[in-house]
């Protein structure tokens, strides 16, 4: 299943109001899409954790549940470029996130067991 298609999965759920849409996905495979989903309370944004520029960021290829990698990457951390820093999981299926550059961990707005949309940071850069 591509990205646009589990885009307007998602569109559709919304459109027609429906907290979940769940469709079979391949061979045996299956998407459950929740829309409805409680947010946890956002703490208001300081100077220690404003914002990260795109360019200074690694960003998620997918929506799901974040999981630290094994070692935990901290704040301070210095990371190699392909290196895996966390995971998205989805269902049973786990998504690797890996550093797109090396660099030194200045921000990391997410931790472990917060749900992640598409595009949005999980660790920053200096």
């Known amino acids: 299943m591509t990205l646009d298609e ?3 999965a998602i569109a559709l759920a919304k459109s027609r109001g429906l907290a979940e849409l769940e469709c ?3 061979q045996g495979g299956r998407l459950k899409v929740i829309v409805n989903r409680p947010h946890k309370p956002v703490a208001p944004i ?3 954790a404003r914002p990260v520029k795109a ?3 690694i960003r998620t ?3 799901g549940v974040f999981a630290d990698a094994s070692p935990a990457i901290r704040v301070g951390d210095t990371v190699t470029e392909h290196q895996i820093v966390g995971f ?3 269902g049973e299926i786990r998504f690797a996130i890996q550093a797109d550059r090396a660099g030194r961990v200045a ?3 997410v931790k472990t067991g917060d749900l992640v949309g598409y595009g949005e940071t999980v660790f ?3």
């Open 6 to 8: 589990i885009e307007r």
């Open 24 to 26: 079979a996905i391949g």
């Open 46 to 48: 300081t100077a220690a």
């Open 55 to 57: 360019k200074n960021a």
């Open 61 to 63: 290829r997918y929506f």
């Open 88 to 90: 998205l999981e989805l």
């Open 107 to 109: 921000a990391k707005p």
């Open 124 to 126: 920053g850069f200096e």
